[in-house]
């Protein structure tokens, strides 16, 4: 495809935002301009804190932008869901550098969606192998050790499969809206001993006087806003760490994408006392950032679980993506399902030790799907 031009961005401002966000068909929330502009803007994600970026992008001979592909050149693996720390250490053990590395994916989300944004009238296939033959030449140029690209769905995933390119597989759990009414409706699908939980662990909360506020989009206040990043920057305080998102970013994308938020605050004695902030779309509830300074007993799943639950029914939407791992979900009606990303090890001594390694393991992660899908809460038909 020479009629093509493929270039690496090292600012998402330096394309423009009507022309990603007309190749983004899904709306899926991630990959909207305003999304990961706003982690560009607040200085989240830059090369002081690793993710320095690298957005592929393919214009046609009109000059006119076709495909686009979030990419950022990362000199660590933290905040990716997709753990490759023991390749790393097996390169340092040889005196190799595995970093610089090229990493496709949506900063700190570990969330399942497209990975290539493609114009429906070009052939995603055709475009994903030329990107592939340009991902090489960028690796060789700038001495990058491999390319990843993380949690695509099932048609970025099949764009992009390649002899040269490693499938390793994963597990999330995720919750099924089967047109439920309510969430007592929801409820009656489980057997009995897991729905008294489920109704325990809600009544502890409101026995608490704890009370739930919805803010959708633009009704979000600057108090709540405050307050919730108080609540999440103090969660990661607490494990002796910093959050991955400042108070630039979440402020960011509240001017610019408000209608792709829900902030859910607990109340207690007319004070908030936690809250969750999750991204929506038409199809899926998207839950991504909590926080609290206070431990109060169940509130947690009640935030940032069962009121997500609720969210979803009453608003018709068909499935809640709460995150990454966390088996303590099974219980409470998310089921797994496998996750996916892809890999190319440039360095040919290094590639059928980590193929083996991600064969052993997809073992290990199918056994443990199967072995999850048996701890579900439902009521076994028949």
Known sequence: MAELSIQFESRLLDIKSDEWNALNLSGNPFLKYQFLAALEASGSVSSATGWQPSHLTVRNKQQQLIAA?????????????????????????????????LLTAIPFTPSVGPRLLVNPQVQ??????????????????????SWHLLFPNSESLEAFRDPALM???????????????SFEQFLEQMTSRKR???????????QQDIQFVHFEGREITQQALDKFYLFYHATYLKRGQQGYLNQSFFQKICASMPDNLLLIMAEKGGEFVAGALFLKDDETLYGRYWGCLEEYKQLHFETCYYQGIDYC?????????????????IQRGFEPIPTYS???IKNKDFRNPIKDFISREQQQVSHYIKDAYSYLPFKKEG
């Not at 995603?124 to 050790?145: G, M, P």
């Not at 499938?167 to 009414?181: I, L, P």
């Open 342 to 344: 892809l890999h190319w």
């Open 69 to 101: 592909m979030p990419s950022y050149i990362k000199q660590h693996s933290y905040g990716e869901y997709v753990f490759d720390w023991s390749w790393a250490d097996a390169y340092s053990h040889y005196g190799l550098n595995y970093y610089p590395k």
């Open 124 to 145: 995603q296939e055709a475009i994903a192998k030329a990107l592939i033959q340009a991902v090489n030449t960028h690796a060789e140029q700038y001495s990058l050790s």
């Open 167 to 181: 499938v390793r597989q994963g597990c999330q759990f995720q919750w099924s809206n089967a047109r439920f009414e």
């Open 313 to 329: 029914i009453n608003h018709k939407l068909k499935r809640f993506d709460a995150g990454a791992q966390g088996e303590h979900k």
């Open 196 to 206: 008294k939980n489920i109704k325990k662990e809600r009544r502890q909360v409101s």
